[in-house]
């Protein structure tokens, strides 16, 4: 088996960021679209992402981001990244986490698919960003796909 390029969505070096949604626990932040989709189907390997908390964030914190696909207003949440930094330290520090994730097994997206991500927290007073947001995929040859694979989308 030949060995794939990997890459990464966003490649430039800022990512994408997304805020969490505020006023009640869990609300959902907007989606963040990434790209209208591919010139060649996709399999995603692996995710990363800075959560950036405030001073007023509690120490105690949940997140999720969401990455989904489908067109805008009716995108599908397909794959779920939850994480729980700690947001300020016993000193009073802010942090910031970096999360690298990699997939246990490959989750593939036809080409021509737009993806996008949202996030969401624990806490009601949201105003968590997660930024520098990148997902790891490599392409896939239509030949290489199970046709089972494409009944699902």
Excluded: H
Excluded at 48 to 73: E, K, R
Excluded at 145 to 151: D, G
Aim: hydrophobic share 40%; net charge negative.
């Amino acid at each position: 088996m030949a060995l794939n390029n990997i890459y990464s969505l966003s490649s430039n070096s800022d990512g994408f960021a997304v805020t969490s949604g505020s006023g009640s626990a869990w609300a959902l932040g907007s989606f963040v679209e990434m790209t209208t989709g591919l010139s060649k189907p996709i399999a995603v390997i692996g995710f990363s992402c800075v959560v950036s908390m405030t001073s007023g964030t509690p120490a105690a914190l949940n997140t999720i981001l969401d990455l989904a696909i489908g067109a805008s207003g009716f995108e599908i949440v397909k794959i779920q990244f939850p994480s729980n930094p700690r947001g300020v330290t016993l000193n009073g520090y802010v942090q910031q986490a970096t999360y690298d994730i990699s997939l246990p097994e490959p989750f593939l997206i036809p080409e021509g698919t737009r993806i996008s991500v949202r996030g969401s927290v624990n806490d009601a007073t949201g105003g968590i960003s997660m930024g520098n947001i990148k997902i790891f995929y490599y392409e896939k040859e239509l030949s290489n796909i199970n046709n089972n694979f494409l009944s699902f989308f």
